[in-house]
């Protein structure tokens, strides 16, 4: 497994690690994400309560989740690339970076446009709301902090500190329903808070579906990024010579 992770620290192998990779995350992500469309659309039947409205969970949940989930990578990655020095760890958590922050643009723009005739306002200072907030800001801050130095190794550093410290929010956007009392609804997904099976699924897929674009993302950004870095290379010269060839 060491030597398997070595080899992948290789910028060369990783390129080429992330070339094989893409095309099997993008076309099932292509194909899921209709299937996913026409069953949340379509095969789910409508909310007793909301009615047609409650459709925006299958972007929103997803969206939610993996803004969480993608923070938890990046820190990781940061702290892998911190302790064992492997430029690639920084590569994929500079690159999702971004990405994560999308999601949680959608997922604070979908929660909001769900909780106008829900609640009765576009936003409130709830628990759920304002820590989901916070991690947007934590994103940005990551992404200026990684931006600051000129030198990718010393911005590395400097913003995987961050992403560590910034762990802790994590939790708190998760119990924050159940340590406060927030208006923001509780867990939806295990609860039975879907009522017909195919709510389950539909989500389900819609799920997969956000975690293959975020996969196909991170693959095509990363080859970009090392790109970049090593473009004095000689690998990197024999690529590029290949291609006008």
């Keep these: ?26 076309l099932p992500f292509i194909v899921l994400g209709a299937i996913g ?18 459709r925006i969970i299958y972007i929103h949940v997803p969206s939610a989740i993996m803004s969480m989930t ?3 990578v990046m820190a990781i990655a940061g702290g892998i690339g911190l302790i064992w020095q492997i430029k690639m760890a920084e590569v994929v958590a500079k690159v999702s970076a971004p990405i994560g922050a ?3 643009i959608i997922a ?10 829900m609640w009765g306002t576009w936003w409130v200072w ?46 708190i956007i998760h119990y ?16 039975g808070g879907l009522k017909d099976p195919d709510m389950g699924i539909a989500l389900g897929i819609m799920f997969l579906v956000f975690v293959l674009l975020y996969a196909a ?19 990197v010269k024999d690529l590029v010579t290949g291609e006008r060839s």
């Design 1 to 26: 497994m060491w030597k398997w992770i070595q080899r992948q620290a290789s910028p060369k192998v990783f390129y080429q690690t992330c070339t094989k990779l893409t095309p099997w995350f993008l």
């Design 37 to 54: 469309l026409y069953w949340a659309l379509v095969v789910s039947p409508a909310d007793y309560q909301q009615g047609d409205g409650y």
């Design 70 to 72: 993608v923070y938890g």
């Design 102 to 104: 999308a999601f949680t």
């Design 108 to 117: 604070l723009a979908t929660g909001a446009i769900w909780g106008k005739p």
């Design 126 to 171: 709830d628990a759920r709301l304002t820590s989901e907030l916070i991690l947007l800001f934590l994103y940005l801050a990551y992404m200026s902090l990684n931006n600051a130095f000129d030198n990718p190794r010393t911005a590395a550093k400097a913003s995987s500190i961050l992403a560590i410290v910034g762990l802790v929010n994590l939790p």
């Design 176 to 191: 924050s329903v159940k340590w406060w009392n927030t208006l923001h609804q509780g867990y939806t997904v295990g609860t």
């Design 217 to 235: 993302l991170v693959t095509i950004k990363a080859k970009t990024e090392v790109l970049t870095r090593e473009q004095n290379s000689r690998w």
